[in-house]
């Protein structure tokens, strides 16, 4: 049986968090420059996007730049954000086709000002598609969001807006970036590392975690399939016992 169909399309996730990891080190096995991985990263995205999207997946979230990646070479750093905006330039069409509502999270605000206009346009051109969420997670740390959670909440305390009894769980989910997407169910990262490096570290709680060598820039729809099968077979128990799942 081919492993699409090995999905049971009633129980997706509903949000597909993924760290897409590796590009350095698949362009260095082929005597390349760093920067020619993440150019050959951009087409699994893509075609992540379209299969999860295809598949009915609500949301997927993609860590594409994080807050320490800042710290990488100047060079870097810089084509890594041209690469970005002319990327999500060129894909506006291919979001619109597919109904995909774009959305970023992060300290954005940090970006160079290209990426923000351009990263602006595709999220308001984008803006009332039904279809899929697509997130780029761009200059993003979740210990970052926290923290400005946090103090967004002080701050309307501070102004008697809201009470003590008011910081609740539900109240905290709503003052991060993600306040309007469903919770991670299913964290993929590739690379064959295991690590979360802050990202999603509140929203994962409950995510089932997915770690496959793949390096990212030869991840196919074959790969999201055998994650997301992987992901069905997993018995989630939010803390409870087998047999009181069974009851359900
Ligand atoms: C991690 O690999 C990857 C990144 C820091 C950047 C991810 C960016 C892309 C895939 C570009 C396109 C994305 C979009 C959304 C347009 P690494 O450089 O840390 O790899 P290494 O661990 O092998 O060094």
Redesign the pocket.
């Known amino acids: 049986m081919d492993l699409k169909e090995q999905i049971d399309l009633s129980r997706l996730p509903k949000h597909i968090a993924i760290?897409?990891?590796?590009?350095?080190?698949?362009?260095?096995k082929q005597g390349k420059l760093?920067i020619f991985?993440?150019?050959n990263?951009?087409l699994?995205?893509r075609e992540t996007v379209e299969t999860g999207a295809e598949l009915g997946v609500k949301c997927m979230t993609?860590?594409?730049?994080?807050t320490e990646?800042w710290n990488?070479p100047k060079v870097?750093v810089d084509a890594?954000m041209s690469?970005?905006v002319t990327?999500?330039n060129k894909?506006i069409k291919t979001l619109q086709e597919n109904k995909i509502r774009l959305k970023a999270i992060g300290d954005l605000k940090s970006l160079p000002a290209k990426s923000q206009v351009e990263l602006q346009k595709a999220i308001d051109a984008t803006s009332s598609n039904q279809g899929m969420t697509m997130v780029?997670a761009l200059s993003y740390g979740s210990r970052w969001e926290i923290l400005e959670a946090a103090k967004a909440m002080a701050v309307q305390y501070k102004n008697n807006q809201i009470n003590l009894d008011d910081f609740t769980e539900s109240s905290f989910n709503a003052s991060l970036d993600t306040y309007d997407l469903p919770e991670p169910e299913l964290l993929i990262r590739t690379?064959g590392?295991q690590r979360i490096s802050n990202f999603l570290l509140w929203q994962l709680a409950y995510a089932e975690l997915y770690f496959t060598d793949v390096?990212?820039?030869d991840f196919r729809k074959n790969d999201l399939y055998k994650a997301i099968i992987d992901f069905q077979k997993r018995e989630r128990r939010f803390g409870k016992t087998s047999e009181q799942l069974q009851d359900l």
């Open positions: 760290i897409m990891d590796g590009n350095g080190r698949w362009a260095k760093r991985g993440h150019q990263g951009v699994p995205v993609f860590y594409a730049f994080s990646n990488r870097e890594l690469l970005l990327t999500i894909e780029l690379s590392e390096l990212w820039p």
